[in-house]
T-cell receptor
């Protein structure tokens, strides 16, 4: 079945460092890909999405490109801030169907 | 900005008791979902609901679980006889057809 694999955490970086969180997927068909973020004590927020191959999703300085050839959707940000500390979930889904989540990557940013 | 709301934010119950978790989806959305996240684990799909019936459910969603849309605004998840392993954060989500928007979650603790 469909699945998502993302890099194990926790990831600890200094402020202004470059961030990459790797995500790969296995899917039949052509799902949409998502990154969700969960700040401490809060629910899941959609960070960005891409609906087809070569699409780039972006939001709040974060980017991810839908790479069909490598089945990847890596999350990147050029300069992280302390406020980016959260758990990041890579996910896939098809229109109106369930979302399948990766295991989450905890990100901690040091001032 | 419209958002999904859930009540209560935290529910404590005794094993074997029934609980009802409540959600108010975004008003023009047609698809509704429940997910759960056991502490420290990934977010897992439970059930999706469309046009007043279940459209898909996972293996977790056994006979102890049921969902209902009792009126035009609420969407509920009932657990008939709670078990210790039902302790988790339960997230409701809704969508028009594309991206799913999540509520803040209800933390269920079964003692």
């Amino acid at each position: 079945g469909d699945s998502v694999t993302q890099m194990e955490g926790p990831v600890t970086l200094s402020e202004e460092a470059f961030l990459t969180i790797n995500c790969t997927y296995t899917a039949t068909g052509y799902p949409s890909l998502f990154w969700y973020v969960q700040y401490p004590g809060e629910g899941l927020q959609l960070l960005l999405k891409a609906t087809k191959a070569d699409d780039k999703g972006s939001n709040k300085g974060f980017e991810a490109t839908y790479r069909k050839e490598t089945t990847s959707f890596h999350l990147e940000k050029g300069s992280v801030q302390v406020s980016d500390s959260a758990v990041y979930f890579c996910a896939l889904g098809s229109s109106a169907s369930k979302i399948i989540f990766g295991s989450g990557t905890r990100l901690s940013i040091r001032p | 900005e419209p958002e999904v709301t859930q009540t209560p934010s935290h529910q404590v119950t005794q094993m074997g008791q029934e609980v009802i978790l409540r959600c108010v989806p975004i008003s023009n959305h047609l698809y509704f979902y429940w997910y759960r996240q056991i502490l420290g684990q990934k977010v897992e799909f439970l059930v999706s609901f469309y046009n007043n019936e279940i459209s898909e459910k996972s293996e977790i969603f056994d006979d102890q679980f049921s969902v209902e849309r009792p009126d035009g605004s609420n969407f509920t998840l009932k657990i008939r006889s709670t078990k210790l392993e039902d302790s988790a954060m339960y997230f409701c989500a809704s969508s028009e057809q594309g991206s799913q928007f999540f509520g803040p979650g209800t933390r269920l603790t079964v003692l």
